[in-house]
């Protein structure tokens, strides 16, 4: 049997949760708390095998409970069940020591399974969250240089300014300017000359001698 603290600021949640939880034998409910600070307490009192902690609360919220159960040497998990799924709120939860974030819009046994995996200190995150977590940690590729990037790329690495190289291309110097920051952004560079070798070096640009 896994014991379970339930951690939410609205009476209503943490009664639904109690009564879900005490209706499957796989669960114990020790207790409830309504802000953060009640969960360091509680948790620190009872020792849960998990704490479904909500994330905002007036007071400490939770990511603050979070570490500082973890700074107090309380071993139970720690699994986020909240509504919100931005980058921050997610990043902060994950970072503080949460085993597990999942949302209040997940099924019930999905929910069961989540408490059940934290409790066995395996990470879990709702399908969206972990969509959300690695585009932090993992922006996606900007992807290839556009040909008439390329071109306005060549003419610089001939010399051209960017007034020449809009002349020669018949666009207006501000387009030639945004061209450069695109490919400056999908290069990883930040200069003209950076943005020149590392085309050379991917082979965007073919040198003198090869053409």
Do not use: C, W
């Not at 990043?91 to 069961?112: H, N, P, Q």
Request: charged share 25%; aromatic share 4%; glycine share 8%.
């Amino acid at each position: 049997m896994i014991s379970v603290l339930v951690v939410d600021d609205h009476p209503v949640v943490r009664d639904g949760l109690r009564s879900m939880f005490d209706a499957d034998p796989r669960f114990e409910v020790l207790g409830e708390a309504g802000s953060g600070a009640e969960a360091v307490e509680a948790g620190e009192r009872l020792l849960p095998d998990v704490v479904l902690m909500d994330l905002r609360m007036p007071g400490t919220d939770g990511p603050t409970a979070i570490r500082e159960l973890a700074e107090r040497g309380v071993a139970s998990r720690v699994l986020v069940l909240t509504t919100y799924d931005t980058d921050g709120d997610v990043l902060s939860a994950i970072e503080a020591g949460a085993t597990g974030y999942v949302l209040k819009d997940t099924a019930r046994e999905d929910l069961f399974r989540a408490v059940e995996s934290a409790a066995r200190g395996e990470a879990v995150l709702s399908p969206t969250v972990a969509t959300r977590l690695m585009g932090a940690v993992r922006p996606p590729s900007p992807g290839p240089l556009s040909r008439r990037e390329v071109e306005v790329l060549a003419l610089i690495a001939d010399g051209a300014t960017n007034r020449e190289a809009a002349q020669q291309l018949f666009i207006s110097e501000a387009t030639v300017k945004t061209h450069l920051l695109h490919l400056y952004a999908k290069l990883g560079v930040n200069d003209r000359a950076a943005a020149v070798a590392a085309a050379f070096a991917r082979g965007y640009l073919v040198p003198p001698e090869q053409r």
